[in-house]
């Protein structure tokens, strides 16, 4: 696993963590924004701005790719090195949330 990209991304925010979850499927920035209200009850929006800064970093550190433009909208999808980052949250998240409930 690419170490670099495990440093900057874990522990990642919760707007990275859907906009990957969501991108395990091709999908464009507006889907996203639209699946994580879905996902979350509503309680969680992420805005254009932090949307498109993401995908942008996250392009760029290789966790997503451009896959096809349609109509004017970039579509992306997680790479190998994406899923591999995502898991490892998952599992800390997981981690997480095993302790707290044996903490009760």
């Known amino acids: ?26 999908s464009h920035g507006y889907n996203i924004i639209r699946k994580v209200e879905e996902l979350t009850d509503h309680e969680i929006r992420i805005s254009p701005g932090t949307m498109y800064g993401n995908l942008s970093k996250l392009e760029k550190d290789g966790l997503i790719q ?29 981690r997480l949330y095993r302790n707290m409930m044996e903490a009760r």
């Open 1 to 26: 696993m690419d170490v670099p990209a495990r440093k900057v991304h874990i522990p990642m925010t919760e707007a990275v963590f859907y906009i990957l979850l969501c991108l395990r499927e091709e």
């Open 66 to 94: 451009f896959v096809r433009e349609e109509k004017k909208r970039r579509i992306y999808c997680i790479t190998d090195l994406g899923k591999d980052v995502l898991a490892l949250e998952m599992k800390r998240v997981e």
